[in-house]
């Protein structure tokens, strides 16, 4: 079946640049009579481990059977399950069409079954690496918090195109989900330094070098002021982060006869993602965070870490002042030390209100989170995003709003 003539018979014309990369490749390889995740139980086996619910099923099932009486659907399925978990060098995902035309109204169902294919290529990589099934299955759900933003989006069956790219961390056994939150392993981009004192454990964190600052200490594009990291073999001079969230003008200086750098870029780190679905308490956030400890020290013990760091609008330190239906966020804040991070004003808001860009005049308001957010942008305010790190030796004090009671006692007694 030659790529034209497939795309003729979908009336995909439009869409044909964006299909036609490795799809002579996905045709010598087309397995039969069927890919395993277009037959009715690699179906419902998938979309089960994926956590979907019965009437998306349901929806899914439905779909499936119009896909396999046609033969040219069968192969753009196939194809695109290459495309996204075997060619990853493959960037097109989010110009795949619509297929609206030949499906009617759950057409994203098409995407989802895709999707939904990631499963045995996850199991398959976890027991090389000797996961655990139910890490398995739990980090496989995100496809539902995905199915979730897509029924948030639309009110149908689907998966979000801007949000496939992601599925590819999950075969690849770099992405886990642990409890609440997944992580992963990478390199600690935040612009901070961070010191630990050796004796008292006071943590703190220095601004890198060079980063322009509003008067506040964010870092929103409204420069007043410039940070300057200066590093000798036996002192460091910089410029304070108060683990509220925000830069500080003054110069302090630390003797490294008491003080070691414990986090600075570059250092692997375990980064952490919050999938969608809310929940996000005190105890279910430690839970996680002591899980995720845990886990890269076992699976991955040549790779230390000693952190766990995020940078999300989760960590926007604006979310003190805006009134949620439950403080889960804005007590998870005061847990960490907030820092921080370049901010276009944009920062997380389509994974409030799944629009891209968002006029707040015009944005859902269905869940207290969107009405709490769009009043506060149509007020004018500038929304921004936010850093975070937690040092793992720090596990144990989770609960008591460690960073913050030190910053309280460096304030009233000066450095030790
Ligand atoms: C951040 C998040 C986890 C909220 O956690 P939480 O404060 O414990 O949430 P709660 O369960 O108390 O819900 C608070 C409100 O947010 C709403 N909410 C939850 N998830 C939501 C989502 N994905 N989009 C919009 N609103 C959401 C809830 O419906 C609730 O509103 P209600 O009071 O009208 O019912 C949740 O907003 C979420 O899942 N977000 C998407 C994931 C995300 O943004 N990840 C970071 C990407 S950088």
Redesign the pocket.
Known sequence: MSFERAINHLELAAAAEALRPYWDTSLSSRPRPLPAFLTKEGLAHNARICGLDADTMHTLEAIRQRIVEDEHLIQLAWHCHNLLFSHTDYESLRQWPSLDHRLGEHHGAFYLIVAGSMVPLVAEKHQQLGVDTQITQATCKQIASFA??YK?MTGGVGIPLRQLFWLRHYPAGRLFRLGRMEYMIKSFAGPVRVYRHRHTDQTVALCEDGLSFNAAGFMDGQDTWRSALELEPNRVRGQLISPQGFAQQHTMELDLADWDCVLQPGDSVIDM?????????LEKCRDSMTAAASFFGQMFPETPVQAIVCS???FNTQLEAIP???D??VQFQRELYLFPVTSRGDD?LW??FFQDPVDPKTAPR?????RAVADFLAQGNQWRGGGMFFLLDHLQHFGLQYYRQQSAALNRDGLA
């Open positions: 979730g933003n948030r993602h919050i999938p969608a679905g809310g929940g996000m308490q999300s609008w989760i949620l239906s439950s889960n966020l997380g994974f409030i269905h869940t207290s989170l969107q």
